[in-house]
């Protein structure tokens, strides 16, 4: 992880920078493992005063790439989207879907695209379900903007102080990331099941 974290931060000192950014938020909506939020922090680090523009990109790209996710659940489920979801262990979650949409609808989109919940098996259900691929890629602008968004503000208004407890207390943080990516999942289990109101 230390070195995952350095190789990161030399990266967003190249020239190829914006377009790794780029090509890992459109891969993380639909297939990739990795999350852009390291890379975008990374960044917003080195160069501040672009963390606007870096939110955008990384925000546009992601919710492309829901669209991509979303193609995957439509039209390649069984020969792309059946190996991508048995990855993230979302079997069982796939055979709920269509309860959790009737009963959720458009929030469940939208609290996935914020949360660490893992949004790329959200798209490709809404292809499975042929969900309507334009609400989609509307609620996840809304959602992965808000998320980047509030990211690269943070490291705009904070970044130093930030920078160096990472720096200091990588471990722990890493061990944050990894409950959050936990509780993400929990998460996608408890919206299987909503409580009876």
Do not use: N
Not at 88 to 114: C, H, K, P
Not at 131 to 142: E, N, T
């Amino acid at each position: 992880m230390r070195k995952l974290y350095d190789w990161t931060i030399h990266w967003a000192d190249t020239r190829y920078a914006l377009a790794a950014l780029i090509i890992i938020s459109f891969a993380e909506s639909s297939f990739f493992p990795i999350p852009p939020d390291v890379l975008l922090l990374a960044m917003c680090f080195a160069k501040p005063k672009k963390w606007a523009l870096y939110a955008f990109w990384c925000t546009a790209a992601s919710a492309a790439g829901g669209v991509f996710g979303w193609y995957i659940g439509w039209g390649l489920y069984e020969t792309v989207g059946v190996p991508i979801v048995k990855f993230y262990q979302g079997e069982a979650f796939i055979e709920a879907a269509r309860e959790l949409y009737s009963q959720w609808g458009d929030a469940a989109v939208l609290v996935a695209a914020i949360t660490p919940i893992p949004y790329k098996i959200f798209t490709i259900i809404s292809g499975v379900l042929d969900y309507d691929p334009v609400r989609l890629f509307v609620l996840s602008l809304l959602g992965r903007g808000l998320r980047f968004f509030a990211v690269a503000l943070l490291i705009r208004l904070f970044g130093k102080t930030i920078r160096t407890f990472l720096e200091k207390h990588f471990e722990w943080a890493s061990i944050v990331f990894v409950l959050l990516g936990i509780l993400g999942f929990v998460a996608l289990k408890f919206l299987k099941s909503p409580p009876a109101m």
